[in-house]
């Protein structure tokens, strides 16, 4: 089994930036992609970012151009950059990963573990 433990979330200012980190413990052997999730209040969960081992990363279209996710692959933590943040970007964010790199169990939301979610809230 995998446990993910992300950090980061909190209140920040529209414009602002914030980092989210989620670390991984466990078989940790076993992971490939890693990345991010998020819901907002009243909407279903959405993808934001995933990154494989080898470094392909998947962005949701909602968040291209202002957020970042990279990896440590010896540490199995996985960081999303957010900056020019705006009050719809207001979501529970949840870490997630797999054991392999396909991209249609990203897209899908199958991933195998998943975090408990960090609040991210951005006021205007």
């Known amino acids: 089994q995998v446990q993910l433990v992300e950090s980061g979330g909190g209140l920040v200012q529209a414009g602002g930036s914030l980092r989210l980190s989620c670390g991984a413990s466990g078989r940790i052997s076993s992971i490939n992609v890693m990345g991010w999730y998020r819901q907002a209040p009243g909407k279903q969960r959405e993808l934001v970012a995933t990154?494989?081992?080898?470094?392909?990363?998947v962005y949701g279209s909602s968040v291209k151009g202002r957020f970042t996710i990279s990896r440590d692959n010896v540490k199995k933590t996985t960081y999303l950059q957010m900056n020019a943040l705006k009050p719809e970007d207001t979501a529970v964010y949840y870490c997630a990963a797999d054991s392999s790199d396909s991209t249609i169990r990203v897209l899908t939301q199958t991933m195998d573990y998943w975090g408990k979610g960090t609040l991210v809230t951005v006021s205007s």
């Open positions: 990154i494989t081992s080898g470094g392909r990363t």
